[in-house]
């Protein structure tokens, strides 16, 4: 097979916050089977996959778990590669954001754009939300909360570098005009000109210094890369992009054919992405296929509401290709796919053991049975044939369209209608008919051939969505003809060889039982969680650690400090906490503390409690003081810089 030049296919790095669900699993085997297919074809094929392993979330998962945030992520990334690998996935390099080379190159990209002046200094004011690990303006939340998950934003102001986006605006919207397929679909492509591009760009933060879990930058070390250049540059980096000179697997393999994401995060790798690839010089991708989500049932996947399915429990049930199957089926062009367990066992008995392995099963098992599994000439026609030979013929080409636009779930289609065809196709000609007369034998064979040749084309044609299935059907045929050439014309089988035994490739589920043991299982799973939970301390309401996290204690020294005249109990505290402006705040601790005792002294305070009016006077925060008893209350003093965030 000639060599069809190069194939450069991504899948966006995973986050190493926790293990993922089968609905992040869609992306992997999604992608794999493009690769696979044009492997086939015979493209020279680079897949990338991998994990994004920086920012404050990570930070404070790391925290939380008693690790360092290497720890936490080492331990993360090798079970998302693991799932990879499990998921029987073909890529050929695996990056992570924490490997060395890519570090040193992120810093080399920063440095470059900030020396040819895309990248300046400033400050940033807005209204960040910690999960997304993003800044919004007020006019960008909705119902006050973050846009992209829908959690509680607070305000947050620091110094920063900056993207010129702006400075690239018109050329990208240009771009994205000028070539109708860089985005897919086309519903994508017009939500980010009119929705983004269009009303305008705002130039983008790209670096943080309120953590240090990151890359820093090297001639600034107090700040370190944000995600968007440190993530989206492994696109690059993974195959040798290096502003002083780039590697030939780089001159090679770039630009990407395609990026393969999530729907979520098609704004930062068609916005974002192709700005920073315009300010280094480098071609950009020639496309950006932004895909569904996998729900469970009608809700997104999360494991507050125990509706997570994961990839390894999927195959222990199912099988790995079974797993592969329904995941690349079942998800729709440009709207949300579903997935249960039920409708998986459902599919897994219609399509997988009724169609596909009974199809198989019953056309080797006759071809043994009626010639001693040696395959005859093909060579008693009748029309109904014909019917059968265009059908398969035509699948191909209906395949090879389907993966033009990455019609996934479409081309896996094409394969199943071919081997209802072939099951018709028996129905049509009733091999036990003609087996029962001598006479008709040579029909039989001929009918038996091209049985035995469409599901060759099955096999083959099956190979990028379920390898180990395609594989076992060469196996039960005794045949190695599984080149993309040879379904170039309907009769490559060769005649005179011998078939192997028929064995099943998909016994039928008891849904009934299977799903009877996934309850059961699930609910002994829920009481083990529930007896691992810390014991409640009597008389105390326990919270997650989210809530936790949610409350922002912060050092600050007290500065100015008076009794309100109209409130006994109450001081009217002015602090340092290490920001721009001055803050102030009201406490009930007038009976034990003279304003002279606090000035100078650092505190702690709680710096994200909404604003209250007390006795006339706002107070913007809290102080933390311990109640030792009913008539002793004692600040807590620290010595730490004003500034500071405790956890």
């Given at each position: 097979m000639a060599n069809?030049?190069?194939?450069?296919?991504t899948t966006a790095i995973a986050y190493t916050s926790r293990k993922p669900h089968i609905g992040?699993?869609?992306?992997?085997?999604?992608?794999?089977?493009?690769?696979?297919?044009?492997?086939l074809q015979g493209y020279d094929v680079f897949m990338l996959t991998g994990t994004d392993e920086h920012g404050q979330k990570i930070e404070e998962y790391a925290e939380a778990a008693g690790v360092?945030?290497?720890?936490?992520?080492?331990?993360?990334?090798?079970?998302?590669?693991?799932?990879?690998?499990?998921?029987?996935?073909?890529?050929?390099?695996f990056i992570r954001t924490t490997d060395e080379q890519h570090e040193r190159i992120v810093q080399k990209i920063f440095k470059k754009l900030y020396e040819q002046g895309d990248i300046y200094k400033g400050h940033y004011e807005g209204l960040y939300c910690t999960p997304c690990e993003s800044f919004w303006t007020e006019s960008q939340l909705v119902d006050g909360k973050c846009p992209d998950c829908g959690r509680e934003v607070k305000p947050?102001?620091?110094?920063?570098?900056?993207?010129?986006?702006?400075?690239y605006q018109k050329r990208l919207e240009d771009f994205i005009e000028q070539n109708e397929n860089f985005i897919y679909p086309e519903a994508r492509k017009k939500e980010m000109l009119n929705n983004f591009i269009k009303p305008g760009l705002q130039d983008l933060c790209v670096s943080r210094t309120s953590f240090k879990w990151g890359i820093p930058v090297d001639f600034d070390p107090d700040h370190v890369v944000y995600v968007w250049i440190d993530a989206l540059s492994n696109y690059i980096t993974a195959i040798g992009y290096d502003p002083d000179g780039s590697s030939d697997e780089y001159k090679k393999y770039w630009p990407a054919d395609v990026h393969i994401i999530g729907k979520d995060i098609v704004r930062f790798h068609t916005i974002y992405w192709p700005i920073m690839l315009m300010a280094l010089g480098e071609p950009l991708p020639k496309q950006v296929f932004g895909h569904p989500w996998l729900l469970f049932g009608e809700d997104k996947m999360s494991k507050s509401r125990g509706n997570v399915i994961y990839a390894d429990d999927l195959v222990e049930l199912l099988g790995v290709d079974a797993v592969r199957y329904y995941l690349v089926s079942e998800m729709p062009y440009a709207s949300d796919g579903s997935i249960t367990y039920e409708t998986i066992i459902e599919r897994y008995n219609s399509d997988l053991a009724n169609t596909f392995g009974n199809l198989v099963n019953r056309t080797i098992a006759m071809q043994n049975k009626y010639f001693d599994g040696v395959i005859q000439p093909g060579d008693v026609a009748e029309p109904v044939d014909d019917k059968l030979k265009t059908f398969a013929l035509n699948t191909v080409?209906?395949?090879?369209?389907?993966?033009?636009?990455?019609?996934?779930?479409?081309?896996?289609e094409a394969v199943l209608n071919l081997a209802k065809r072939s099951n018709k196709y028996i129905d049509e000609t009733t091999p036990w008919a003609l087996a029962k007369d001598?006479?008709?034998?040579?029909?039989?064979?001929?009918?038996?051939?091209?049985?035995l040749e469409a599901i060759r084309y099955i096999a083959v044609l099956l190979s990028p969505f379920m390898p180990e299935t395609s594989e076992k059907i060469f196996a039960q045929m005794n045949c190695d003809i599984k080149d993309y050439d040879s379904l170039e014309n309907f009769g490559a089988l060769k005649s005179g060889e011998k078939v192997g035994k028929a064995e099943a490739l998909f016994a039928r589920i008891d849904a009934e039982k299977m799903l009877a043991e996934i309850a059961e299982k699930q609910e002994a799973a829920a009481k083990a969680e529930e007896a691992a939970k810390p014991k409640e301390i009597e008389g105390l309401a326990q919270i997650e650690f989210d809530d936790f996290a949610k409350v922002e204690l912060r050092v600050a020294t007290v500065t100015e400090c008076e009794p309100i005249k109209k409130a006994k109990k109450l001081l009217k505290i002015m602090v340092n906490d290490g920001t721009a402006k001055p803050r102030q705040i009201v406490s009930g601790i007038a009976p034990w503390y003279k304003p002279e005792d606090l000035i100078g002294k650092n505190v702690i305070i709680v710096a994200n409690l909404k604003p209250a009016k007390l006795c006339g006077e706002m107070s913007n925060g809290m102080l933390l003081a311990g109640?030792?008893?009913?008539?002793?209350?004692?600040?807590?003093?620290?010595?730490?810089?004003?500034?500071?965030q405790l956890r």
């Open positions: 069809k030049g190069k194939f450069y296919i992040n699993s869609y992306e992997i085997v999604l992608t794999d089977a493009i690769a696979r297919y044009k492997r360092t945030p290497k720890e936490y992520v080492d331990k993360v990334s090798s079970e998302i590669r693991g799932i990879c690998d499990l998921l029987n996935t073909k890529y050929d390099r947050a102001k620091e110094e920063a570098y900056f993207l010129k986006l702006s400075k080409k209906k395949i090879e369209k389907c993966f033009e636009t990455y019609r996934v779930a479409d081309a896996v001598e006479a008709s034998l040579p029909r039989l064979g001929t009918v038996l051939y091209n049985l109640d030792v008893n009913d008539n002793d209350v004692k600040v807590v003093f620290v010595d730490l810089p004003a500034g500071t």
